[in-house]
Structure formats: C-alpha cells, structure tokens
C-alpha cells in the first residue's frame, strides 16, 4: 500500500501568512493527488485534484503543485475561514489513502 | 444541486450488521464512481471502499481492514448507494461518509461528500 506522510502535522500561522504544506507518496503516484479541507464536525472539502488543479469554487489563494512522491498545498494569504485540517489522499493505486493530516490554528 | 444524504447509522454490538444507504440526487448517478470514508472520533480519514460506474461494470473495490465483511452495492434506478457492513468491530466505530467521485484523465477524483452517518458499535 502507498503511504501518505504529511508535514507538518500542526502549523501556527496568522492571517495574511502565506502557508505550505507537504504530502510525500512512499512510491511514485504521478499526479494522483487530492486535498481536503475539514472544519470540525464538517464533512471534508475538496480543495485540488490532480496534483495542482482548483476544484469549482474554491478561492484561488489555495494551490497544489507536485508530481511524482512529494506534493504541496500552498494557501498564499491566510484567510480567517482557512483555519482547518488540511488532508491529501492519492488516487494511484487500490487502496485509496489519505495523509494523516495537518492542522493549522491561528497563532 | 448535488446532494448526498445518508442515513442507517446507529448502535450496534460487535458482531452485528448494519446497512448504511446514501440517497444522491442532483446529477446522473450512473455516470460517477461512488466512495465511502470513514472517521473514527478524534482521527484522520480513511478510505473504505468504491463502486465503479456502469460504464466500467459496477466493480467495486475495499479497503483490507473491510475486505470480507463489507459490501457496496448501488442501485442506479434509485440514485442509491449502500453500505452493508457485517461482523462489525468496535474499531469500525466512526462517522461513515458517502462520496461522489468524478473521472479525470481516466482517474476517479471525489468531487461532493455527504454529510456523514455515526456507526457506533459496543463491545
């Protein structure tokens, strides 16, 4: 199975902070790659598919970049609606995973 | 609008079954590849399972700690899918969501999520 390591794990960051956070595969998953966004007790969002493109309606401050083990989801200016879990999820192969999350909280 | 409403969650003992349903409407069900993701409480997310669509025959896919005791079946004429979950464990305790999942580049991405089942199951 491909495993997800996402870092950090938690982020303290301010509003106007532009954010990175860091998925890596175990194994070459292309493009493969989704992100999330899940505000407690919420159903999870979806933010990027494909590595690096914005699903509808999503703000264009979120991006995603990547290829190949390691991917990135930028937020460039921090929003006060933005603070959240952040998860990536790989579609490469079966089993589907997720990353185990990052957490970011205003500081 | 898309929507996806589940519903069937509940109490259950360990040992036992329960049959999750997750209602879609908004689009042409037939043409997309149906998930469900679970959440323990206090946890991460994880994958469950697929049902393909039927342009790609129905086939469904698990995740290894559900193999054998879960099914996902769908029912095109009815916008339906469910989830029929048996010899339960206390560790399949966790919210259970329904998914739509989109197909890009030959590749199935999850597009809208339900708004989640609470399975609780009792030791």
């Known amino acids: 199975d491909i495993q997800l390591t996402q870092s950090p794990s938690f982020l303290s960051a301010s509003v106007g902070d532009r954010v990175t956070i860091t998925c890596r595969a175990s194994?070459?998953?292309?493009?493969?790659l989704a992100w999330y966004q899940q505000k407690p007790g919420k159903a999870p969002k979806p933010l990027i598919y494909a590595a690096s493109n914005l699903q509808s309606g999503v703000p264009s401050r979120f991006s995603g970049s990547g290829s190949g083990t390691e991917f990135t989801l930028t937020i460039s200016s921090l929003q006060p609606e933005d603070f959240a879990t952040y998860y990536c999820q790989h579609l490469n192969s079966y089993p589907l995973t997720f990353g185990g999350g990052t957490k970011v909280e205003i500081k | 609008e898309v929507q996806l409403v589940e519903s069937g969650g509940g109490l259950v003992q360990a040992g036992g079954s329960l049959r999750l349903s997750c209602a879609a409407s908004g689009f042409t069900f037939s043409d997309y590849y149906m998930d469900w993701v679970r959440q323990a409480p206090g946890t991460g997310l994880e994958w469950v399972g697929r049902?393909?669509?039927?342009?790609?025959?129905?086939?469904?896919e698990y995740a290894a700690s559900v193999k054998g005791r879960f099914t996902i079946s769908r029912d095109d004429s009815k916008n339906s899918v469910c989830l029929q979950m048996n010899s339960l464990k206390t560790e399949d305790t966790a919210v259970y969501f329904c998914?739509?999942?989109?197909?890009?580049?030959?590749?199935?991405?999850?597009?809208?999520w339900g708004q989640g089942a609470l399975v609780t199951v009792s030791s």
């Open positions: 194994q070459d998953i292309s493009s493969y």
């Open positions: 998914t739509r999942s989109f197909g890009y580049s030959t590749y199935y991405y999850t597009d809208y």
């Open positions: 049902t393909r669509n039927k342009a790609n025959g129905y086939t469904t």
